[in-house]
């Protein structure tokens, strides 16, 4: 958690990268990623729910455990539409509001997810007693995410580049920064970042891993990777790569529609439909940055992933692509068995 | 070996159909008549989640529906489901994955499911059911289409979800080579609407105390039977249930009743004691969710916007607290004392609203009990825990009575 007591009250939380953090910085907010170190709890939701659910519900539950104006919960998966029921039952002193996400890219569904954006940007000011959002407002917040957007694209072409030697575990620090600083700040801290990475070094040739899969919170999983000897050249999943791939327009005549192409055309989560699409950009994350392997992570009971797991693991078997797949249960309680599977996956590329 | 076991199916159930005239066999018997006739040569095969999408669009064409979840449901009926959650499990599919979804990716492996011709399923119930849904696509090589229905019913979600409903009418046209057809889609309508009051017929011999019918019959048929909407077999099932409970009640045959229970969500479709336990009890299943009516007749001249009202206004959509909208009348009204859950692993969608359940009915003053137990896969099944869980439940009836 960061700042002080005041700015966190002007913190809205948000659980999904498909939530636009334009909308609430449009609404005079900071948008924050809450991911809450708190330990899952089972006494209010099935033991069978992600560790990702059970965490924030344990935190929210906790009333200490959460210093915000209120909390956007995307329908991102089954469990998370249903976290927010469990939100507004049982967690009323911090409001949540409902953010719909159509699983499908068409033009129908891009129009109807701009309809549920401009609900919530009606919402958001009245409910957690933001600024009343307009066009100017929201342009001026698009321009604030699209320069992020450009500067994390600089940061991640200076990690998959073979002429650097930066490190997948700082880029995802940074990353990590990115889900709770305030945009100035977090721009000034990327801009740093880039000034050390631009001094020319030769790395020594290591295993090069693209890091993939849905909600990787810790930093560990990558430390090990890197400590077994590779590299995580390339970060796709939602608080890395396709977080900030691709700019919303800026000068589009309806603004809510430019920001639902961009949210639902962007790299997709496996909560979307298109498999094909997913497997193409993966491909390609992995072919622009000399990938040597895979490693593919995922929350247990993440339904979104572990359909596409078996089907995901042929393909790139049969493209060459060494691919290994990891469970994690949010916490990451079970690193010293994923470090051993991890070891010998990157020995393997030696 | 399905077809193996369907066709004896449709053999026995064909004769206790026509002997006893037993609603259930006849039910049976159409059941697998309908999925033979997936197999016939020529054939228009299309796979839908009948439960969940209008299948009267289905209806106004010459093609045979084929639910996966629901005959997979089937193979587990007839003991066929567990080589079939082998073989995903080989391929790499988690146990986590829901049985269902794994026995109809099995079954596709083995080639025991029909070659389809397109793929149809919804947002709602859950996320696995599309992501099957999308798979099998791939395996069989064709399209495979979701319907999206969102939470909020407005005006653009109407028309989104009438608009995608025109979209897949046309692309089942394309598919088949059949061009819809206004008159057809009319009559079907048409059919639900009356199938709609004979099943309004039937929740109302429903609240019959000594319970006409109910229990794992019931929850089975207010789910699987939709398969048949908008057809004339559905409206011949309805008449028929409703027929043989006015039967038992006019005739005293009713099995004796110490208690009456609400059901939530599924039921498991391989041989279990669950409904032996409450029947050895006198606990009576007279109502389940699944089985209540959320939507209004649908305008035969307007049918799409009707169909996507039905979508939009199904429980399984929108905030879990539409599952319990109405219940304390309800629980009145049927003289329910008490409610269970039936809650399969990796039923999330189901599951993680249990608390809203388990309080809505603390607030009506009824007690609840959530029963963990897989919907199709044996290999977890313990019954002496079942027995436990359930006395226990039985006991906290009858205490309350006292």
Same mark, same amino acid.
């Given at each position: 958690?960061?700042?002080?007591?005041?700015? &966190?009250?002007?913190?809205?939380?948000?659980?999904?990268?498909?939530?636009?953090?334009?909308?609430?910085?449009?609404?005079?907010?900071?948008?924050?990623?809450?991911?809450?170190?708190?330990?899952?709890? $089972?006494?209010?939701?099935?033991?069978?729910?992600?560790?990702?659910?059970?965490?924030?519900?344990?935190?929210?539950?906790?009333?200490?455990?959460?210093?915000?104006?209120?909390?956007?919960?995307?329908?991102?998966?089954?469990?998370?539409?249903?976290?927010?029921?469990?939100?507004?039952?049982?967690?009323?002193?911090?409001?949540?509001?409902? /953010?719909?996400?159509?699983?499908?890219?068409?033009?129908?569904?891009?129009?109807?997810?701009?309809?549920?954006?401009?609900?919530?940007?009606?919402?958001?000011?009245?409910?957690?007693?933001?600024?009343?959002?307009?066009?100017?407002?929201?342009?001026?917040?698009?321009?604030?995410?699209?320069?992020?957007?450009?500067?994390?694209?600089?940061?991640?072409?200076?990690?998959?580049?073979?002429?650097?030697?930066?490190?997948?575990?700082?880029?995802?620090?940074?990353?990590?920064?990115?889900?709770?600083?305030?945009?100035? $700040?977090?721009?000034?801290?990327?801009?740093?970042?880039?000034?050390?990475?631009?001094?020319?070094?030769?790395?020594?040739?290591?295993?090069?891993?693209?890091?993939?899969?849905? /909600?990787?919170?810790?930093?560990?999983?990558?430390?090990?990777?890197?400590?077994?000897?590779?590299?995580?050249?390339?970060? $796709?999943?939602?608080?890395?790569?396709?977080?900030?791939?691709?700019?919303?327009?800026?000068?589009?005549?309806?603004?809510?529609?430019?920001?639902?192409? &961009?949210?639902?055309?962007?790299?997709?989560?496996?909560?979307?439909?298109?498999?094909?699409? &997913?497997?193409?950009?993966?491909?390609?994350?992995?072919?622009?940055?000399?990938?040597?392997?895979?490693?593919?992570?995922?929350?247990?009971?993440?339904?979104?992933?572990?359909?596409?797991?078996?089907? !995901?693991?042929?393909?790139?078997?049969?493209?060459?692509?060494?691919?290994?797949?990891?469970?994690? $249960?949010?916490?990451?309680?079970?690193?010293?068995?994923?470090?051993?599977?991890?070891?010998?996956?990157?020995?393997?590329?030696? | 070996?399905?077809?193996? !076991?369907?066709?004896?199916? *449709?053999?026995?159930?064909?004769?206790? +159909?026509?002997?006893?005239?037993?609603?259930?066999?006849?039910?049976?018997?159409?059941?697998?008549?309908?999925?033979?006739?997936?197999?016939?040569?020529?054939?228009?095969?299309?796979?839908?989640?009948?439960?969940?999408?209008?299948?009267?669009?289905?209806?106004? #064409?010459?093609?045979?529906? #084929?639910?996966?979840?629901?005959?997979?449901?089937?193979?587990?009926?007839?003991?066929?489901?567990?080589?079939?959650? *082998?073989?995903?499990?080989?391929?790499?599919?988690?146990?986590?994955?829901?049985?269902?979804?794994?026995?109809?990716?099995?079954?596709?492996?083995?080639?025991? #499911?029909?070659?389809?011709?397109?793929?149809?399923?919804?947002?709602?119930?859950?996320?696995?059911?599309?992501?099957?849904?999308?798979?099998?696509? !791939?395996?069989?090589?064709?399209?495979?289409?979701?319907?999206?229905?969102?939470?909020?019913?407005?005006?653009?979600?109407?028309?989104?979800?009438?608009?995608?409903?025109?979209?897949?009418?046309?692309?089942?046209?394309?598919?088949?080579?059949?061009?819809?057809?206004?008159?057809?889609?009319?009559?079907?309508?048409?059919?639900?609407?009356?199938?709609?009051?004979?099943?309004?017929? !039937?929740?109302?011999?429903?609240? %019959?105390?000594?319970?006409?019918?109910?229990? +794992?019959?019931?929850?089975?048929?207010?789910?699987?039977?939709?398969? #048949?909407?908008?057809?004339?077999?559905?409206?011949?099932?309805?008449?028929?249930?409703?027929?043989?409970?006015?039967?038992?009640? *006019?005739?005293?045959?009713?099995?004796?009743?110490?208690?009456?229970?609400?059901?939530?969500?599924?039921?498991?479709?391989?041989?279990?004691?669950?409904?032996?336990?409450?029947?050895?009890?006198?606990?009576?299943?007279?109502?389940?969710?699944?089985?209540?009516?959320?939507?209004?007749?649908?305008?035969?001249?307007?049918?799409?916007?009707?169909?996507?009202?039905?979508?939009?206004?199904?429980?399984?959509?929108?905030?879990?607290?539409?599952?319990?909208?109405?219940?304390?009348?309800?629980?009145?009204?049927?003289?329910?004392?008490?409610?269970?859950?039936?809650?399969?692993?990796?039923?999330?969608?189901?599951?993680?609203?249990?608390?809203?359940?388990?309080?809505?009915?603390?607030?009506?003053?009824?007690?609840?009990?959530?029963?963990?137990?897989?919907?199709?896969?044996?290999?977890?099944?313990?019954?002496?825990?079942?027995?436990?869980?359930?006395?226990?439940?039985?006991?906290?009836?009858?205490?309350?009575? %006292?």
């Amino acid at each position: 958690m960061t700042g002080t007591i005041q700015e &966190r009250s002007r913190d809205v939380l948000y659980t999904c990268s498909y939530v636009p953090e334009e909308i609430i910085l449009a609404a005079g907010f900071r948008p924050r990623r809450f991911l809450p170190g708190r330990p899952a709890t $089972d006494a209010f939701i099935h033991p069978n729910t992600c560790g990702y659910v059970k965490s924030i519900l344990a935190a929210a539950l906790d009333h200490a455990g959460v210093q915000a104006a209120g909390i956007i919960v995307a329908n991102s998966c089954d469990a998370m539409r249903r976290l927010y029921d469990l939100w507004t039952e049982y967690v009323r002193p911090v409001p949540a509001l409902f /953010l719909d996400v159509p699983k499908k890219t068409d033009a129908d569904s891009i129009a109807m997810f701009a309809s549920e954006l401009k609900g919530l940007a009606a919402r958001l000011p009245t409910v957690l007693s933001g600024r009343a959002i307009d066009s100017a407002s929201l342009r001026a917040a698009t321009r604030t995410c699209n320069e992020i957007r450009a500067l994390m694209g600089e940061v991640f072409s200076a990690q998959r580049s073979a002429q650097s030697d930066v490190s997948g575990t700082r880029v995802f620090d940074l990353c990590l920064a990115g889900t709770t600083q305030a945009t100035t $700040d977090f721009a000034a801290d990327i801009r740093r970042f880039l000034a050390e990475a631009a001094v020319e070094r030769r790395p020594a040739r290591t295993p090069r891993i693209v890091l993939a899969g849905g /909600l990787v919170n810790k930093r560990n999983v990558v430390a090990e990777i890197e400590k077994a000897g590779a590299r995580v050249v390339a970060l $796709d999943t939602c608080l890395g790569l396709r977080h900030y791939e691709g700019p919303v327009e800026e000068d589009a005549p309806d603004p809510f529609l430019a920001l639902a192409r &961009r949210y639902l055309t962007k790299p997709g989560c496996a909560r979307m439909q298109g498999f094909e699409e &997913r497997m193409r950009w993966t491909k390609k994350v992995a072919d622009d940055a000399g990938a040597d392997g895979i490693v593919f992570c995922s929350l247990k009971f993440c339904d979104s992933c572990v359909y596409d797991v078996p089907m !995901m693991s042929e393909r790139f078997r049969d493209l060459g692509i060494p691919f290994l797949w990891l469970e994690h $249960d949010y916490e990451w309680s079970g690193i010293e068995q994923l470090r051993s599977r991890v070891e010998a996956f990157i020995e393997l590329r030696q | 070996m399905l077809t193996t !076991m369907l066709e004896t199916m *449709e053999q026995q159930t064909a004769v206790a +159909s026509q002997e006893r005239g037993s609603p259930m066999a006849l039910w049976l018997n159409e059941w697998a008549r309908l999925l033979l006739r997936a197999y016939e040569p020529g054939r228009r095969v299309v796979y839908v989640s009948a439960y969940a999408f209008p299948m009267e669009i289905l209806a106004a #064409f010459d093609v045979v529906p #084929f639910d996966f979840e629901l005959t997979s449901g089937l193979m587990g009926v007839m003991g066929g489901a567990v080589p079939a959650m *082998e073989e995903a499990e080989n391929r790499g599919y988690s146990p986590d994955v829901c049985a269902f979804h794994r026995a109809a990716l099995g079954a596709s492996y083995l080639e025991e #499911f029909p070659e389809p011709e397109l793929l149809i399923t919804t947002s709602h119930y859950c996320d696995g059911k599309a992501k099957t849904n999308e798979i099998l696509g !791939m395996l069989h090589g064709r399209e495979s289409l979701l319907l999206q229905v969102p939470a909020a019913v407005n005006k653009e979600s109407v028309r989104y979800v009438e608009k995608q409903l025109r979209d897949i009418t046309r692309k089942i046209g394309e598919a088949v080579g059949q061009s819809p057809d206004h008159d057809r889609l009319k009559a079907a309508v048409r059919s639900s609407n009356r199938a709609r009051q004979s099943h309004q017929v !039937m929740l109302e011999l429903l609240k %019959h105390r000594p319970a006409p019918w109910g229990g +794992s019959e019931l929850i089975a048929f207010s789910i699987n039977g939709l398969l #048949f909407s908008g057809t004339e077999v559905k409206e011949r099932l309805n008449d028929a249930f409703a027929l043989a409970m006015q039967d038992r009640i *006019e005739s005293g045959r009713l099995r004796p009743e110490k208690h009456r229970i609400y059901w939530f969500a599924w039921l498991p479709v391989y041989d279990s004691n669950v409904f032996e336990i409450l029947k050895e009890r006198e606990v009576s299943v007279p109502l389940c969710e699944t089985f209540r009516i959320h939507s209004d007749e649908i305008d035969e001249d307007d049918p799409f916007e009707g169909l996507a009202l039905q979508c939009l206004r199904n429980p399984f959509v929108g905030p879990g607290t539409r599952r319990t909208e109405g219940l304390e009348e309800i629980m009145d009204d049927y003289r329910l004392e008490g409610a269970i859950l039936f809650a399969t692993p990796a039923c999330k969608q189901a599951n993680t609203a249990y608390t809203l359940l388990r309080d809505t009915l603390a607030r009506c003053g009824r007690p609840f009990l959530m029963l963990d137990m897989d919907i199709c896969d044996p290999r977890n099944y313990s019954a002496g825990q079942t027995r436990t869980r359930l006395e226990a439940f039985v006991e906290l009836l009858e205490q309350r009575r %006292h």
